[in-house]
C-alpha cells in the first residue's frame, strides 16, 4: 500500500506562488508515473499535470504557469506553481499510478489526503 502525503498548500495572492509537494511511502515510487489533480467546491475533480519518466503534461488551463518535477531520491514529486489565479483555488491532490501516468483520475491506484490551495484577488 503506497502512502502519498501532500504539503505546501495555503493562502496566496493573485499572481502569486507556491510549490506543493507530496513525499511516497515506497521506495519503488521512481517507477511509478505520478499526477497532480485539483477539486474545487461543486466541481468534480480534474486533471493538472502528470509527469511519467522524462516527460511531463499539463491542462491547457496551467500550461506555462505550472512545473512538475520529482526527486526519487526522496521519494517525492512536486507541483511549481506560479502567476496563480482566483480560479487556481482547490484542493489538490497527488496520485500515483503503478503503471504509466494518465490523464484519467480513474487511472490512479493510489491518492492522497489533499492540500488546500485558495487564491485570492
Known amino acids: 500500500q503506497v502512502q502519498l502525503v501532500e504539503s505546501g498548500g495555503g493562502l496566496v495572492q493573485a499572481g502569486g506562488s507556491l510549490r506543493l509537494s507530496c513525499a511516497a511511502s515506497?521506495?519503488?515510487?521512481?517507477?511509478?508515473?505520478m499526477g497532480w489533480f485539483r477539486q474545487a467546491p461543486g466541481k468534480e475533480r480534474e486533471f493538472v499535470a502528470l509527469?511519467?519518466?522524462?516527460?511531463?503534461y499539463y491542462a491547457d488551463s496551467v500550461k506555462g504557469r505550472v512545473t512538475i518535477s520529482r526527486d526519487n531520491a526522496k521519494n517525492t514529486v512536486y507541483l511549481q506553481m506560479n502567476s496563480l489565479k482566483p480560479e487556481d483555488t482547490a484542493v489538490y491532490y497527488c496520485a500515483a499510478d503503478t503503471g504509466s501516468a494518465s490523464y484519467y483520475r480513474y487511472d490512479y491506484d493510489y491518492w492522497g489526503q489533499g492540500t488546500q490551495v485558495t487564491v485570492s484577488s
Open positions: 509527469i511519467s519518466g522524462a516527460n511531463a
Open positions: 515506497e521506495r519503488s515510487f521512481s517507477t511509478y508515473g
